[in-house]
Antibody, heavy 127, light 108 residues
Framework: EVQLVQSGAEVKKPGESLKISCKGS????????IGWVRQMPGRGLEWMGI????????RYSPSFQGQVTISVDKSISTAYLQWSSLKASDTAMYYC????????????????????WGQGTLVTVSS | EIVLTQSPGTLSLSPGERATLSCRAS???????LAWYQQKPGQAPRLLIF???SRATDIPDRFSGSGSGTDFTLTITRLEPEDFAVYYC?????????FGQGTKVEIK
């Protein structure tokens, strides 16, 4: 059974750093892209970025480039989302999710849609 | 960036009724790479439809997707009590990938 299990809720102060995690199991972790999605309180879903565990190829939405860092430790099948200096506006639920993929005619691994999701990690940033 | 606009914002219907949700893209979505997700309160989103019209595993056949280019539709033929939720479309044909703002299907 495919599972993505995220780390627990966090309460932080503005300016603090944070790293949350997403551990995959039940499938070959290094074969699938993992992505992160933000959902601010009462709002919709926002695509943040993705990473491929095999080579750490990382792609960010322009809205999140430079604001967060996505990383992975394939030895423990875990992806991460981190902030170096949190802001109150980072308060949100963060979901990780696996992406399906295909290989194009040039042999590149092309990420598609999300199929399995983690349970979410609530991050609260408040002074 | 492709902007996805979902309508209506809220759909008020009774169980057993038909729901029709729209997702309109600001540019053509390549290869009909359009997915629909369902999100219930306090839960993570769940994949319903991918490739505009293919149902994901274990999704009931009352859910169907259609469309191409810039206009896509999610149809729920007979609403069950568990279908009242928020629905999001997402395009994955162009970078950056984007979501629509969501349509809430509520009980009338």
């Amino acid at each position: 059974e495919v599972q993505l299990v995220q780390s627990g809720a966090e309460v932080k102060k503005p300016g603090e750093s944070l790293k949350i995690s997403c551990k995959g199991s039940g499938y070959s972790f290094t074969n699938y892209w993992i992505g992160w999605v933000r959902q601010m309180p009462g709002r919709g879903l926002e695509w943040m970025g993705i990473i491929h565990p095999r080579d750490s190829d990382t792609r960010y939405s322009p809205s999140f480039q430079g604001q967060v860092t996505i990383s992975v430790d394939k030895s423990i099948s875990t992806a991460y989302l981190q902030w170096s200096s949190l802001k109150a506006s980072d308060t949100a639920m963060y979901y990780c999710a696996r992406l399906l993929y295909y290989y194009n005619s040039d042999g590149y691994n092309i990420p598609l849609h999300f199929d399995y999701w983690g349970q979410g990690t609530l991050v609260t940033v408040s002074s | 960036e492709i902007v996805l606009t979902q309508s209506p914002g809220t759909l008020s219907l009774s169980p057993g009724e038909r729901a029709t949700l729209s997702c309109r893209a600001s540019q053509s979505v390549s290869s009909s790479y359009l997915a629909w997700y369902q999100q219930k309160p306090g839960q993570a989103p769940r994949l319903l439809i991918f490739g505009a019209s293919s149902r994901a595993t274990d999704i009931p056949d009352r859910f169907s997707g259609s469309g191409s280019g810039t206009d896509f539709t999610l149809t729920i033929t007979r609403l069950e009590p568990e279908d009242f939720a928020v629905y999001y479309c997402q395009q994955y044909g162009s970078s950056p990938r984007t979501f629509g703002q969501g349509t809430k299907v509520e009980i009338k």
